[in-house]
């Protein structure tokens, strides 16, 4: 059953250029579906929109960024409630019933007081934590399921290493078993055996907790170790999305292709395809098809129409002119 959907979602950041209103169309007419129980993987290069596409599911819309239209339900209580109309109510569910762990979550911890503390701050806004001991101990047997150290609630940030700060702000993040976590790029900036504690642990947490993952992620390799879907972005909008063996064994979009394409294989050696050029501005975005600029396939619509995001079966979509009815390949 479906936990979370966006429906024509559009999020810009609405920018005074010298005394004109321009748009950055971050997130253009999104619609997703969520599962229960399911790690939903976001891929694609960045500055595709992935950050402020899960930071909208998320309700986090400050200034300069805006919601233009559509809407983002979340499953409570098994009625769909829309998000941007809870307002104060949306923040009381913070950390209960979702969770979001940002981009860079080592500003999450507090520099200057130990990591019991950071629990005491987040966790006290929520729950009477006023019996401190039996809320130690919650916490020291959240750690130990785990596998965390117990010992590291009595350390200050600065004493753990990058992966050990990460996963404790997993477990903070984690602590009060919310239905959905929304996790911006856990593992990016981290060694090789840091971000596979730290998929491990997400994995871990998902089959204990039975909760929704949503994982941003620009590292498609991630993605096919922990994802159960993926949704690919481009230039603020899903190009394709589907199962993650239906992406990696049979993707249908160019710029999918392209970003498996680019994968390191083991005992490869040979020249990886390209596309030539980076993700487009999103002020001032191409015509038509946005991957247009960088597609070996592209045609004379594609520079003219938009693609609509089409099913070419009952779990996988794909927004690509190269793919409809008439032209399936
Ligand atoms: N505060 C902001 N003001 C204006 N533009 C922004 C802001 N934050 C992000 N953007 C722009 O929005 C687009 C999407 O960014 P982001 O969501 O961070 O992408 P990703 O997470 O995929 O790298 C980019 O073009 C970026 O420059
Ligand atoms: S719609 Fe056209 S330009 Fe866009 S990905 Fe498909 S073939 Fe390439
Ligand atoms: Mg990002």
């Known amino acids: 059953m479906e936990i979370l959907k966006a429906e024509n979602l559009k999020a810009y950041y609405l920018l005074d250029i010298g005394g004109k209103l321009h748009s950055v169309r971050a997130v253009d007419d999104i619609n997703i579906s969520i599962k229960e129980n399911e790690i939903y993987g976001i891929a694609g290069e960045s500055g595709c929109g992935k950050s402020t596409l899960i930071k909208t599911l998320y309700g986090m819309v400050e200034p300069p960024l805006n919601v233009v239209d559509g809407k983002v339900y979340y499953r409570i209580d098994n009625e769909y409630k829309n998000i941007f109309s809870l307002n104060g109510a949306l923040e009381s569910i913070r950390w209960n019933y979702i969770s979001y762990i940002p981009q860079g979550s080592m500003s999450v911890l507090n520099p200057v007081v130990k990591i019991i503390e950071s629990f005491w701050d987040f966790i006290g806004s929520r729950v009477d934590i006023s019996d401190k001991s039996t809320w130690r101990k919650n916490i020291e047997e959240h750690f130990a399921l785990l596998g965390l150290p117990t010992k590291v609630l009595d350390a200050y940030p600065h004493q753990l290493s990058g992966g050990m700060r990460q996963r404790v702000t997993i477990a903070l993040a ?94 490869d050696k040979s020249y990886k395809v390209s596309a030539p050029g980076a993700p487009p501005s999103l002020l001032n975005s191409p015509s038509g098809c946005r991957f247009h600029p960088r597609c070996s396939q592209a045609m004379e619509e594609c520079k003219v129409n938009v693609p609509e995001l089409i099913s070419v079966n009952s779990e996988h979509r794909v927004a690509c002119f190269l793919y409809s009815k008439e032209r399936e390949l």
Not at 213 to 233: E, K
Not at 259 to 267: E, R, W
Request: aromatic share 4%; proline share 6%; glycine share 4%.
């Open 174 to 267: 984690t602590i009060l078993s919310p239905k959905i976590i929304v996790a911006d790029e856990p593992s990016t900036a981290l060694d090789v055996v840091a971000q596979r504690a730290v998929i491990q642990l997400l994995k871990e947490i998902q089959k204990n907790l039975k909760n929704t993952i949503i994982l941003v992620t620009h590292d498609m390799g991630v993605h096919a170790s922990i994802s159960d879907r993926i949704a690919i972005m481009y230039a603020g909008k899903i190009v394709e999305e589907a199962p993650t063996s239906e992406i990696f064994e049979s993707p249908r979009h160019p710029y999918t292709k392209y970003l498996i394409g680019a994968l390191p294989k083991i005992g």
